[in-house]
């Protein structure tokens, strides 16, 4: 990809394709000091207040700079390479790392160990491109004293705080609010699908784990939705179409969200799995698509609770799990309180937090 220059006209040419570019979009990214702050890179001005009639005067290449002259006298040398990174309509940086879909055979676990100096080293980049690699990643050796996790979760970005706190325990009590605080097994879920939005990496946090029992269980919901495509795809289009209804209620709170068990974006590619079979309230449909619908929910949750799927492994006191909650599905075998204590604390934390984090360690280190 170059620019060339014809006539007072800025183009890019791509080799097999050339086009103008408009000389607003090149206007907009005037970066003398009196139009950019060198820090922020934020604009001193405000483009939607200018004339729309930009036009280039006079325009030039040299030492891979592009200085115009603008109709409006303004005058601006535009680093080439910076213009040919804003070509890109996505966001490079995440999109580029590869997304690995695995099964129950997938056996090599990358684990990282937690150290003093983590969270601005070459290592957390590394953790984060793993996490973006599987969905999950676990850290050794975390400290557990005063609510560690909290500090991890912010020392990535910051903690997503919901109405359970900033943090949550996890470990069997009387008289229960969720399954999750008894010692019962817990099927193959995504965590609070009646947010909006849902919250997008759950870190859990192993305090204590004398139990028998009481492995930790993963399911990619990137294969499982995949090979659905693949087997069934009126099930797999089903089951992106209809919006159910998710729902939690206690005594502070209803939360609500209508939403479909497998999103995908704008380019019909996987975003997000829900699946909660306790919350789910399906809406009223045709009994022919209800029909299909409960077939193609009972399917998939059938994928979801084989054991083609499943992954088990056994959290030690400071191992933390980190896992995408839009692309994976956790879950816990059973365990006897009788044999010992199993204690995890978990908390919540958004994309912007490991896509902030991976693009500040990318410049850092100049990958
Ligand atoms: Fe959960």
């Known amino acids: 990809m170059k620019i060339e220059l014809i006539e007072n006209k800025v183009f890019f040419n ?3 394709l050339k086009k103008e570019i408009h000389p607003f979009w090149l206007r907009e990214r005037i970066n003398g ?8 890179q934020q ?3 405000d483009p939607t207040t200018l004339n729309n009639n930009i036009s280039i005067k006079k325009a030039n290449i040299s030492n891979n700079l592009l200085e115009i002259d603008f109709n409006d006298g303004v005058n601006s040398k535009l680093d080439i390479e910076k213009l040919l990174q804003d070509f890109s309509s996505e966001d490079v940086v995440i999109n580029s790392i590869e997304k690995i879909k695995w099964n129950s055979t997938f056996k090599n676990i990358k684990k990282f160990e937690y150290k003093e100096t983590l969270f601005e080293s070459k290592e957390m980049y590394d953790l984060l491109v793993t996490f973006y690699n599987y969905g999950f990643v676990i850290i050794k050796n975390v400290p557990t004293e005063d609510n560690f996790i909290v500090k991890f979760a912010n020392s990535v970005g910051s903690v997503r705080r919901t109405n359970f706190g900033e943090y949550f325990d996890v470990k069997s009590k009387p008289d229960p609010n969720d399954l999750a605080y008894t010692s019962l097994a817990l099927a193959p879920h995504t965590d609070n699908p009646y947010r909006n939005p849902v919250p997008c990496i759950q870190l859990l946090h192993c305090i204590e784990n004398e139990v028998k029992g009481g492995f930790s269980t993963l399911v990619d919901g990137f294969t499982v939705t995949e090979d659905l495509k693949k087997e069934n795809p009126d099930f797999y289009k089903i089951l992106t179409e209809v919006k159910v209804k998710f729902k ?3 005594n502070e709170v209803i939360l609500e969200s209508w939403s479909s068990l ?13 699946f909660s079979p306790r919350l789910d309230f399906v809406p009223i449909l045709d009994k022919k698509n209800l029909d299909l619908y ?3 929910r009972k399917r998939i949750s059938e994928m979801y609770n084989s054991e083609k799927y499943r992954i088990e492994f056994k959290l030690s006191p ?5 896992m995408d909650n839009y692309r994976l599905l ?3 075998t059973s365990y006897e309180t009788k044999d010992g204590k199993r204690f995890l604390k978990g908390c919540y934390i958004d994309y912007d937090s490991t896509e902030g984090k991976i693009r500040h360690l990318k410049r850092k280190f100049n990958f």
């Open 330 to 332: 956790h879950g816990r």
């Open 318 to 322: 400071k191992d933390l799990l980190m």
């Open 33 to 40: 000091d009196e139009y950019l702050d060198k820090k922020t």
């Open 262 to 274: 497998i999103e995908l974006d704008n380019e019909k590619n996987f975003k997000q799995v829900r």
């Open 294 to 296: 409960y077939k193609a």
């Open 43 to 45: 604009r001193l001005f």
């Open 248 to 250: 939690f209620i206690d």
């Open 14 to 16: 791509t080799g097999s």
